[in-house]
């Protein structure tokens, strides 16, 4: 603060100093973490509209088969093991991204994909379960909510892993820069959100979906 | 715990910053924690351990503190975080999550009930509401 005290005088044009105060009186240090922050509190809300969308629709079979006959809770056991397992391992990331070892963050990134693709292979062996016994998403209007809403977590999975794999590249090409360090904070959140939508959906689809 | 997570650092203007910590600790209780609340509703339901009333509210309970314990460890979610502004962010989300959530379940269910007579609205059986107009 003193440094600032003496080089008012000293010649800083009003421009700059009104520059400083923008930046510094109105937002927060790291301002692309706030905004990706609020980009998943946005996501926040469909992800609570598809749940509202089930929760409704959900008991609404048109005598077709009921989540009871359809889901197979050791199946859905083993993907959220894959998910939780993921998060760690991105953690894992992060910690060696921050330690400036890069091949132990490409290393730990790579499980990570690993992982989110084991995911995704057994949700579209599922998916594929369900449509080939005529459990597709026309079938009925619990069936609609089902797919739509653990479709969509899955789409956020697949462009997780997307980005997963971008980033690697771009980490392998640059290093840790800070740039690079920034993007993976993101992807961080972003990966860590997903295991956070997917406790509601194995809760209150496939746990509660069973239940009589 | 915050003291894991962030350490205060000053800026070339004195400015106090957060920055995240990212510490092996934080991770693997979080970890430990969420397989623990993960196991146990899937061991309640998949057991038949305890009446399907009660697992339900059960279940929701683990839920509710699982995410709370991913939010805190692998989100590093505090007061703190990007000057408070994250949590200001968090909590208009709550608050408008709640009144969907709960908004549409609400009206559905009213609409459920006065619009299928006869049905006592529970018409969760052969005919759907949707195929009515």
Redesign the interface.
């Known amino acids: 603060m003193s440094e600032l005290k003496a080089t008012i005088p000293g010649g800083l044009t009003a421009e700059q100093v009104t520059a400083r105060y923008l930046v510094r009186e109105h937002h927060p240090e790291q301002g692309t973490l706030l905004g990706f922050w609020i980009y998943l509190m946005s996501d926040c809300l469909i992800f609570a509209s598809l749940f509202a969308t089930y929760a409704v629709l959900g008991r609404n079979y048109a005598g077709g088969p009921t989540g009871a006959e359809l889901f197979d809770l050791s199946l859905i056991a083993i993907n959220t093991g894959f998910l939780l397992l993921s998060s760690i391992t991105f953690g894992f990331a992060m910690i060696s991204a921050q330690a400036k070892k890069l091949g132990a963050t490409l290393g730990w990134m790579g499980i990570t994909g690993l992982l989110g693709l084991a995911f995704l292979s057994l949700e579209i062996y599922e998916f594929q379960h369900l449509i080939h016994e005529g459990a597709g998403p026309q079938r009925s209007g619990f069936l609609t909510a089902f797919f739509a809403l653990v479709g969509t977590h899955g789409l956020h999975v697949l462009f997780g892993f997307v980005w997963l794999v971008t980033l690697m590249f771009q980490l392998k090409k640059h290093g840790i820069t800070p740039e690079n360090f920034r993007r993976l904070s993101c992807l961080s959140l972003f990966w860590h959100f997903l295991d956070v939508v997917w406790i509601g959906v194995f809760t209150f689809v496939y746990l509660m979906g069973v239940l009589p | 715990m915050s003291d894991h997570i962030h350490h205060h650092e000053h800026?070339?203007?004195?400015?106090e910053?957060?920055v995240?910590?990212?510490?092996?600790k934080?991770?693997?209780v979080?970890?430990v924690l969420?397989?623990v609340l993960?196991a146990i509703?899937?061991w309640l339901?998949?057991g038949n351990v305890l009446p399907?009333d009660t697992?339900?509210w059960v279940?929701?309970g683990?839920?509710a503190v699982?995410?709370v314990v991913?939010?805190l460890y692998?989100?590093h979610m505090n007061s703190k975080a990007?000057?408070g502004?994250?949590m200001m962010?968090?909590i208009?989300?709550v608050i408008?999550?709640v009144i969907?959530?709960a908004g549409?379940?609400w009206v559905?269910h009213h609409m459920n009930a006065n619009m299928m007579p006869g049905m006592g609205g529970a018409?969760?059986?052969?005919?759907?509401?949707?195929?009515m107009p």
């Open positions: 800026d070339h203007d004195g400015h910053v957060y995240t910590h990212y510490s092996a934080d991770y693997i979080g970890f969420s397989l993960t509703p899937f339901v998949m399907a697992t339900r279940i929701m683990f839920a699982q995410v991913q939010m692998f989100l990007e000057g502004w994250n962010a968090l208009l989300t408008l999550l969907v959530m549409s379940i559905m018409s969760d059986t052969t005919h759907g509401t949707h195929d």
